[in-house]
């Protein structure tokens, strides 16, 4: 069975601090890795990765994909309060249907 | 450009009643989703729409759960009669065509059963 695995659950750091959250998957037709911000709303796209060893940046916060390995990573530098929520990651497989696989969320709190 | 749009935003009923959501995509997205949200974990598809095609409803429970989306754009997932386990966020989601990557999600709808 297809499945999207995060770790951690929930992480609590200090502001300034560089976390990296972690973003493990089986999937079968692999398309595409998605990341997205949740805060109390709706989530938020941040990335789509799609080839292994390229980076993907904005601002403070990049991410990468090791296809070999199956997972991804998204580092945040100099954290700030505002970074505070649950990230997600998502996985697209596309075989006869397409499937959009989720991740459970790691939750990230920033204490100033 | 406007966002996703869903209403209401939160929603409290008793167990039995009835309860529908409304979502109106972004202008041009062909795929529309729902999805329920529960605390502490990831989305879980409910149905996906190309344009008025239902494409996807695998894990839509039919027997109390109802979705449309006539002429393919504002879309309403209906629930009869609400249970307990029915307490959750409906987010609901739209993109250009599935397997164009990024989703943009309204705000949510919060339900409560009581």
């Known amino acids: 069975e297809d499945k999207v695995v995060q770790s951690p659950l929930s992480l609590v750091v200090h502001e300034g601090d560089t976390v990296t959250l972690n973003c493990s998957y089986e999937v079968t037709n692999f398309r595409s890795l998605l990341w997205y911000k949740q805060e109390k709303k709706a989530p938020t796209f941040l990335f789509m990765l799609?080839?292994s060893g390229i980076e993907k940046k904005s601002g403070r916060l990049s991410s990468i994909l090791d296809k070999k390995e199956l997972f991804s990573i998204l580092n945040i530098t100099a954290t700030q309060t505002g970074d505070s929520a649950i990230y997600l990651c998502a996985v697209e497989a596309w075989d006869s249907n397409y499937q959009l696989i989720w991740g459970a969320g790691t939750k990230l709190i920033i204490k100033p | 450009e406007a966002g996703v749009v869903q209403s209401p935003r939160y929603k409290i009923i008793e167990k039995k009643q009835p309860v529908a959501f409304w979502c109106n995509p972004i202008s041009g997205h062909n795929t529309l989703y729902w999805y329920r949200q529960n605390l502490g974990q990831g989305p879980e598809l409910l149905i996906r729409y190309e344009n008025e095609e239902a494409v996807d409803d695998s894990q839509l429970p039919k027997d109390r759960f109802s979705a449309e989306r006539l002429k393919g754009v504002d879309s309403t997932l209906k629930i009869q009669p609400a249970e307990l386990g029915d307490s959750a966020v409906y987010l609901c989601?739209?993109?250009?065509?599935?397997?164009?990557?990024?989703?943009?999600f309204g705000e949510g709808s919060r339900l409560t059963v009581l």
């Open positions: 989601a739209s993109s250009l065509e599935s397997g164009h990557g990024e989703l943009f």
């Open positions: 799609t080839s």
